[in-house]
């Protein structure tokens, strides 16, 4: 792999926001797991009845829907049923938009899909993934439930998930040494995360790989693809 509020009911982030104009302060303290900062993140997450995989990043444009493809594919071959949910990509009227569910081509047509949610959402389905999206991620969460085994948090830009994650895997671009230490959320998600995948690194220098790598040296868990 060369490694590619909506409401109380998902919180949303303010995406990729330069993190110096955040003068730092949410990501100093959250520093593990335990902290004040990440424990006000994970009490905005939604809470399943199923296991939930998240892929996130640091940075839009770090991997994540490869990413998202080859833990999906993983989890099928070890026979589990995916579902995986997208982040927010909604455009029209949002109330007929409120859970979208995508099993088929024709659902893409039914729901009106721009050519952005289509790229996203098109490789699931050649997969046989369902796909939710849509505006209330309350409501979406409990129909995901409903027939999966394993929930995939398809993550978008470089936002935080909006489900509590069982397994939080986050995407880190050594194309944008040092975006981890200075771009808010993705620094969030990076001190959050359970396993960081280094990607493209078959495209980067290794001076640039180094200090990615260094940076996640505290993290349970590092794969450069």
């Known amino acids: 792999m060369g490694a590619e509020c909506v409401s109380r009911r998902g919180a949303t ?3 990729s926001l330069f993190f110096f104009l955040m003068k730092r302060r949410p990501p100093r303290s959250t ?11 994970k009490r905005q997450m939604l809470e399943s009845t199923k296991p939930v995989v998240a892929v996130c990043a640091v940075r839009t444009g770090a991997g994540k829907s490869q990413t998202t493809r080859h833990v999906c594919d993983s989890l099928q071959k070890m026979g589990h049923k995916v579902v995986a949910v997208r982040h927010p990509m909604p455009y029209g009227d949002l109330v007929s ?4 569910r995508f099993a088929t081509y024709e659902d893409l047509d039914r729901h009106n899909c721009t050519i952005e949610e289509r790229e996203e959402y098109e490789p699931h389905l050649d997969r046989g993934v369902i796909v939710y ?3 209330d991620y309350e409501a979406i969460l409990r129909e995901a439930e409903k027939e999966a085994d394993v929930v995939v948090w398809d993550g978008g830009n470089n936002d935080l998930p909006f489900y509590k994650p069982d397994l939080h895997i986050v995407v880190a671009d050594p ?4 975006h981890e230490l200075s771009y808010y959320p993705g620094e969030s998600n990076v001190r959050m995360a359970d396993v960081v995948v280094i990607n493209k690194v078959d495209t980067a220098d290794l001076a ?3 200090p990615v790598s260094y940076t996640h040296l505290t993290l349970p868990t590092i794969y450069a693809v």
Request: no cysteine.
């Open 31 to 41: 520093q593990s797991g335990s902290s004040a900062a990440s424990d006000v993140y």
């Open 97 to 100: 938009q409120k859970v979208q």
């Open 175 to 178: 194309h944008r040494a040092g």
């Open 208 to 210: 640039d790989v180094a």
């Open 133 to 135: 999206a849509g505006v």
């Open 13 to 15: 982030s303010i995406g």
